[in-house]
């Protein structure tokens, strides 16, 4: 699976974003897409992840009521809507894949998923 994030910039607190990423490579609709974050000196952290369907989404507590992910499967993408931008959210946003989940199922953990994109950074000034 080959991901291409994009939307990453800099924007302002209280601003909004919008991230997408396309998948290439598998089946779309077999794959439980999540998003993730990392930012200087701090471990990747999990941000929000979507089942096969879109139906079951889970989010960190962090972003909660702020973030919202989504995903098109006739155009293999899953987006990720941020609202409310603080400057703690400030770091590079990675999408990945899960290739080995089932329906009605997501995953939280990074070491669930097997394919990585390269990252877009996102840069909230306060």
């Known amino acids: 699976v080959q991901l291409q994030a994009s939307g990453g910039g800099l924007v302002q607190a209280g601003g909004s974003l919008r991230l997408s990423c396309v998948a290439s490579?598998?089946?779309?609709?077999?794959?439980?897409m999540g998003w993730f974050r990392q930012a200087p000196g701090k471990e990747r952290e999990f941000v929000a992840s979507i089942s096969w369907a879109g139906t079951i989404k889970d989010y960190a507590d962090s972003v909660k009521g702020r973030f919202t992910t989504s995903r098109d499967n006739a155009k293999n993408t899953v987006a990720l809507q941020m609202n409310n931008l603080k400057p703690e959210d400030t770091a590079v946003y990675y999408c990945?894949?899960?290739?080995?989940?089932?329906?009605?199922?997501?995953?939280?953990?990074?070491?669930?998923?097997?394919?990585w994109g390269r990252g877009t950074q996102v840069t909230v000034s306060s």
């Open positions: 990945a894949a899960d290739d080995n989940s089932v329906a009605g199922a997501t995953t939280t953990r990074a070491n669930g998923y097997e394919y």
């Open positions: 490579g598998r089946t779309f609709g077999r794959l439980v």
